[in-house]
Every structure is written in C-alpha cells, then in structure tokens.
C-alpha cells in the first residue's frame, strides 16, 4: 500500500514522490560534488530560480543556474558539500548542509576574498518541485558575515 496526502492545493501527493524527490536532491549535490555543471543544471526545471538570499542575488533558468556553478567551482576548484538528512513533503523539500572549499580565483558573486582562505559554510536549502520532478525553485540561506570572515574580507575579532 502506497500511504497518500493532501496538500492545500488538493492534489493527491504519494510517498513515491517524496522519494523521487530526495533522490533528486542526492543526485543534485553528487553532481556538485563530482564537478558536473551540466548534470548539476539538469535537475533543474528550464525556467528554474535560484535565490541566493545572503548575497541577495537570483539566477533565473537552467542556463544561468549552470553559469552559477561555473563561477562557484572556478573560484574554489575543490568545493565539497556533505549533506544532512532532507525532509521532503508534497512537492517542497528542505535540507541542511555543510560546504568546504579553498578560494584560488576570483569569486564574482562575493568581490574581494582574499585567495587561499578556506571556508567552512553551514546553510539550508529549501526546493519546491514541478510536476515532473525537477526543481522549480531553490533558496540558498547561510551566515553571510561568518563567510566574509573566512574570506577574509571582514576581519576576524
């Protein structure tokens, strides 16, 4: 027997898709973690958006999503993100995790770090899915000042 709920929208949600959908966010950050742009982009609905609310910045759509990364993973070639354990209700799903990486280039989305600072970032992401199982809409919240302070752009105490 497949358990069933309603949502507020009235919509029959079985557990099958909240399965679907924490295997997408797995696939999403292995893809981060294995460097796959491409792979990483695909979990992505085409007309996607990605909040990024500590630096106040949207990426709207697949391609520019992937442009993200891009500049992520040029800045801090070697990114890892461990993930805590998502909790996936209906078609929204939220999830804890920890990033580390070194800066060795310049980061466009946070002018100013200092290369060679390594950071250690605890944030949440919460993702709300279409009716094909793709992300529709993601945000990204985080310490922005513990992050600049690892960085080196605001000085540590």
Same mark, same amino acid.
């Given at each position: 027997?497949? %358990?069933?709920?309603?949502?507020?929208?009235?919509?029959?949600?079985?557990?099958?898709?909240?399965?679907?959908?924490?295997?997408? $966010?797995?696939? $999403?950050?292995?893809?981060?973690?294995?460097?796959?742009?491409?792979?990483? %982009?695909?979990?992505?609905?085409?007309?996607?958006?990605?909040?990024?609310?500590?630096?106040?910045?949207?990426?709207?759509?697949?391609?520019?999503?992937?442009?993200?990364?891009?500049?992520? $993973? &040029?800045?801090?070639?070697?990114?890892?993100?461990?993930? !805590?354990?998502?909790? #996936? &209700?209906?078609?929204?799903?939220?999830?804890?995790?920890?990033?580390?990486?070194?800066?060795? !280039?310049?980061? &466009?989305?946070?002018?100013? &770090?200092?290369? !060679?600072?390594?950071?250690?970032?605890?944030?949440?992401? #919460?993702?709300?899915?279409? %009716?094909?199982?793709?992300?529709?809409?993601?945000?990204?919240?985080?310490?922005?000042?513990?992050?600049?302070?690892?960085?080196?752009?605001?000085? %540590?105490?």
């Amino acid at each position: 027997m497949i %358990a069933t709920s309603r949502h507020h929208t009235g919509a029959v949600m079985t557990t099958n898709t909240s399965v679907a959908h924490e295997r997408l $966010l797995y696939r $999403l950050f292995d893809t981060f973690n294995s460097y796959d742009v491409e792979a990483f %982009a695909a979990c992505y609905a085409e007309d996607a958006v990605m909040h990024d609310v500590a630096i106040g910045k949207t990426f709207t759509g697949r391609a520019e999503i992937a442009e993200f990364l891009r500049v992520w $993973l &040029a800045a801090s070639p070697d990114s890892h993100i461990e993930i !805590g354990e998502p909790i #996936v &209700a209906g078609d929204r799903a939220s999830v804890t995790w920890t990033g580390t990486g070194t800066l060795t !280039g310049d980061f &466009a989305h946070i002018p100013g &770090a200092i290369h !060679g600072s390594t950071v250690n970032q605890r944030a949440v992401s #919460v993702m709300r899915f279409d %009716a094909h199982g793709l992300i529709t809409e993601h945000f990204d919240y985080y310490d922005m000042f513990g992050l600049l302070r690892q960085m080196g752009i605001i000085p %540590a105490e």
